[in-house]
Antibody, heavy 116, light 112 residues
Framework: QVQLKESGPGLVQPSQTLSLTCTVS????????VHWVRQPTGKGLEWMGV???????DYNSALKSRLSISRDTSKSQVFLKMNSLQTEDIATYYC??????????WGQGVMVTVSS | DVVLTQTPVSLSVTLGDPASISCRSS???????????LEWYLQKPGQSPQLLIY???NRFSGVPDRFIGSGSGTDFTLKISRVEPEDLGVYHC?????????FGSGTKLEMK
């Protein structure tokens, strides 16, 4: 059965780097794209970026200078790294599987706070 | 970037009544291949979003037929023919036609 699960530190200091992992099961990263989406508390969803089945990536232009998405197919893991974190980056971060440019399965999300 | 404007921001309905949500795009969402990458997601309280409608009007697996998506170009609508208790939550439209992909600001459906 298809599952995605985000993990990572819930607290990051200002100006530091956020590192999150999305561990997937029930499908291969070489067959499905995986996206990252975030949601500030009480606000709307923001698409962050995607790693395609071939390993290339695309990013939201608003985050491109700070964001990196990579993967380890042998471990079925997708990684998100975003540097220079500020309070505006406080949000729940989701990974989601891409099914013909739709998100058919989502992780439960991981909440990230930025504070010293 | 494409801006998706959802209206209303919130919607208070009586169980069994219909509901309608609009999603208006700042640009046409028809891709060069003729497909329109407009989707609707429902985010129930405390949960991750779930896919309801893709390609404007196609219901995802398991989605009840009371959910009806329609529209073209820049104007899209999600209708619920008879609202059920499990339909409560925030509805998001989403476009994957233009890079970067974008979501609408959401519409909260609540019961009267």
């Amino acid at each position: 059965q298809v599952q995605l699960k985000e993990s990572g530190p819930g607290l990051v200091q200002p100006s530091q780097t956020l590192s999150l992992t999305c561990t997937v099961s029930g499908f291969s990263l070489t067959s499905y794209n995986v996206h990252w989406v975030r949601q500030p508390t009480g606000k709307g969803l923001e698409w962050m970026g995607v790693i395609w089945t071939g390993g290339t990536t695309d990013y939201n232009s608003a985050l491109k200078s700070r964001l990196s998405i990579s993967r380890d197919t042998s471990k079925s893991q997708v990684f998100l790294k975003m540097n220079s974190l500020q309070t505006e980056d406080i949000a729940t971060y989701y990974c989601a599987r891409d099914w013909y440019n739709n998100f058919d399965y989502w992780g439960q999300g991981v909440m990230v706070t930025v504070s010293s | 970037d494409v801006v998706l404007t959802q209206t209303p921001v919130s919607l208070s309905v009586t169980l069994g009544d219909p509901a309608s949500i609009s999603c208006r795009s700042s640009q046409s969402l028809e891709y060069s291949d003729g497909y329109t990458y407009l989707e609707w997601y429902l985010q129930k309280p405390g949960q991750s979003p779930q896919l309801l409608i893709y390609g404007v009007s196609n219901r995802f697996s398991g989605v009840p037929d009371r959910f009806i998506g329609s529209g073209s170009g820049t104007d899209f609508t999600l209708k619920i023919s008879r609202v059920e208790p499990e339909d409560l939550g925030v509805y998001h439209c989403f476009q994957a036609t233009h890079d970067p992909f974008t979501f609408g600001s959401g519409t909260k459906l609540e019961m009267k």
